[in-house]
């Protein structure tokens, strides 16, 4: 197994803490020249946009967008 770089260990502890242990990103985006990545999950409420940056002290992360199923 793979270690986790520490933007994918922030945003895997949200998932776990939301109930989402499981649940991989389909995509991930990352900004150029800048430590924020967007993950995108697929719910079974819908579709998960989280914002992962690292504010130079600790990890922010933020739901950004979150598009409900149907």
């Not at 986790?4 to 945003?11: S, V």
């Not at 985006?29 to 697929?42: G, I, R, S």
Request: aromatic share 18%.
């Amino acid at each position: 197994m793979t270690a986790l770089l520490p933007h994918e260990q922030a945003a895997l502890q949200y998932m776990t803490h939301k109930g989402y242990p499981s649940i991989e990103p389909f995509d991930v985006d990352a900004l150029d020249d800048q430590p924020c990545w967007y993950f995108y999950y697929e719910l079974p409420e819908g579709t998960l946009e989280l914002e992962v940056y690292w504010n130079g002290r600790e990890w922010e992360t933020t739901v950004t967008t979150f598009t409900l199923a149907g």
